[in-house]
């Protein structure tokens, strides 16, 4: 297996969010380095502002370049995608700093698919700032599955511990139950069970399946989808090889632990599953886009405007979401490499 050290693209996120004090923060011990060469996408400029914010962490190395390629394996290196006129308003949501989270993914994207880094990983972004100024996705897990032209991904939630895809993603609760299809769900399985094979190393993973209504119906009293939908598409799944099981009931699932018990869980909609993942596993939490060609992370948390800019964001989701990159990019090999791919 090739174990070269990697080139790690980051997104800088909004530029008036926490993004670069975490990505900073993540990055100080300059024994990093040894382990793989970081590319910030952004700004030297924000860098150096955020870098004065924070007193506690020795001087960094950084490295200015206008691409990936030329990135210096030793250094901090810094892409200045956005042009010297740039400037940061921290806590703010402001329409200059939703263009510059838009330049930079678009950046990135370009590095990553001509091959010059090999993992992204995305600072957190202003959705809803991004789609005034024209972004045209409802976030970064949108763009991407357009831009590599895949069919579906799966928004996967990542710690040590819990590993927890959604159904449904970002779309009005509303919506929800009418956007539940047997098939919708079985690809999600299907996507979810190759995952951990390929990205975890997995080889016989066991998938839980959550209901949708208050305990899971109550058989029809509170709702029908669990046994018209759900419990179908678990058994479809079942009978392709897929090691699924359930509908469980989400309350008494994570109150009691039951998810130990399984590789990962299948929640039908956004906060059923990022809820309790959060409460469980905030500080170590990843958000890994599984079904792209490329491998990328983010953090689990958002801008947090209202703490930019004074030092005291934790970088440890940042730091997990590059290490976790970097996992996933190596069990890759792993798996290619096991099964004669190139």
């Known amino acids: 297996m090739n174990n070269k050290k990697l080139i790690v693209g980051i997104t800088q996120g909004d530029g008036n969010g926490i993004g670069y004090e975490v990505i900073i ?7 990093i380095l040894d382990s793989f060469t970081p590319v910030i996408y952004g700004s030297s400029k ?21 691409s990936a390629k030329d990135a210096h394996p030793k250094r901090i290196n810094i892409v200045n995608c956005l ?3 740039v400037f940061v308003e921290p806590g703010q949501s402001t329409p200059e700093s939703a263009k510059s989270a838009i330049r930079s993914l678009e ?5 990553i698919k001509n091959g010059f880094i090999d993992v992204l990983v995305t600072a957190p972004i202003n959705k809803r700032a991004m789609v005034r100024e024209g972004f045209g996705y409802n976030g970064h897990t949108e763009y991407l599955e357009n831009v590599f032209g895949v069919s579906e991904v799966a928004m996967l939630m990542v710690s040590d511990t819990l590993k927890i895809g959604v159904v449904t993603a970002h779309i009005p609760l509303k919506d929800v139950p009418a956007s539940l299809t047997r098939e919708k769900i079985v690809a999600k399985l299907r996507m979810l069970d190759r995952s951990l094979r390929v ?8 998938i839980a399946v959550l209901g949708l209504n208050p305990h899971c119906g109550d058989g029809g009293l509170l709702g029908d989808e669990e046994q018209s939908i759900i419990l179908p598409a678990v058994q479809a799944a079942m009978a392709e090889g897929i090691q699924a099981f359930g509908p469980y009931s989400p309350d008494g699932f994570f109150g009691l632990g039951n998810y130990s018990r399984f590789d990962a869980t299948l929640a039908m909609y956004h906060d059923q599953g990022l809820a309790p993942f959060k409460a469980l596993a905030f500080e170590r939490g990843v958000n890994y886009t599984a079904g792209l060609p490329i491998v990328r992370t983010s953090p689990d948390h958002g801008t947090a405007y209202e703490m930019a800019g004074r030092g005291e964001a934790d970088p440890r989701s940042m730091m997990q979401a ?5 996992d996933i990019y190596r069990s890759r090999e792993a798996y290619k490499a096991l099964h004669g791919q190139r």
Do not use: M
């Open 107 to 111: 950046c990135a994207v370009e590095d």
């Open 25 to 31: 923060k993540s990055l100080a011990d300059a024994r």
């Open 46 to 66: 924000i860098f150096g502002f955020y870098r004065k914010q924070i007193h506690d962490i020795d001087p960094l190395d950084t490295y200015v370049i206008s």
């Open 199 to 206: 990205d975890f190393g997995i080889d016989e993973p066991r």
């Open 322 to 326: 590059i290490y976790t990159a970097i």
């Open 83 to 85: 042009g010297d006129n």
